[in-house]
């Protein structure tokens, strides 16, 4: 596709379980995103990927959360043993970063939600 | 501590009228600052970016100026329709590594 892709767009998951959410960027992008939208709040950074560079995880709230980027384009986020104060919206960009100042683009999110 | 604020209170306007939204920060000294919108279930889309040695951008009926000496852009939209109904992000690069840091966002209402 030409956009960002999201998946799963919905997952309610029960409090303890691991849960995966999967960033598909545009295709050639370098740079990526993780970010979390709780429910009339702003986008709270996560994580970011910039081509072969050293992750950015200065965002992640806890070592339960985790990233991976697999040759260079798909992207994991994975949230251990899930709490409720992790229900929220979670967003992924990406960017072609080949000057420095160029926009982002987002998916359409996944609502998690613990219960 | 770094900061960015908008304005947390939603605006709202008659429609066609200009809309000024405000994005302030401190402790950045940022080489661009961005302008997404995002609407209810979506993400955010990319609208307007203003470099530092840039005063003003014009997109049709979107204005962005950029003072670095206040810390401080103004959106604005000239003519609003209620289809500009929103809530609109300022973004910048925290630390000119390509890292996007985004404000809060300001929801603005345009009645008919």
């Known amino acids: 596709g030409a956009g960002v892709s999201q998946s799963p767009s919905n997952k309610v998951t029960e409090k303890g379980k691991d849960v995966e959410l999967r960033c598909d960027p545009i295709s050639g992008h370098t740079a990526l995103y993780w970010y979390r939208q709780s429910l009339g709040q702003g986008l709270e950074f996560l994580i970011y990927?910039?081509?072969?560079?050293?992750?950015?995880k200065s965002g992640l709230p806890s070592d339960r959360f985790s990233a991976e980027r697999t040759g260079g384009s798909v992207s994991t986020l994975t949230i251990q043993r899930t709490q409720q104060e992790d229900s929220a919206v979670y967003l992924c960009a990406s960017s072609p970063r080949q000057t420095m100042n160029t926009e982002a683009f987002f998916g359409q999110g996944t609502r998690l939600t613990v219960v | 501590s770094q900061k960015i604020e908008q304005n947390s209170e939603a605006l709202n306007i008659q429609e066609g009228k200009t809309a000024t939204l405000t994005c302030n920060y401190t402790n950045y000294s940022p080489a661009y600052l961005q302008w997404y919108r995002q609407d209810p279930g979506r993400g955010p889309v990319f609208l307007l970016l203003i470099r530092e040695n840039e005063k003003e951008k014009r997109k049709e009926r979107l204005k962005v100026t950029f003072d670095t000496t206040l810390k401080q852009s103004l959106f604005h939209i000239t003519a609003s329709q209620p289809a500009d109904s929103a809530t609109y992000l300022c973004?910048?690069?925290?630390?000119?590594?390509?890292?996007?840091?985004f404000g809060q966002g300001t929801t603005l209402q345009v009645k008919p």
């Open positions: 973004a910048l690069d925290k630390s000119n590594t390509g890292k996007l840091i």
């Open positions: 990927f910039q081509g072969n560079s050293a992750p950015d």
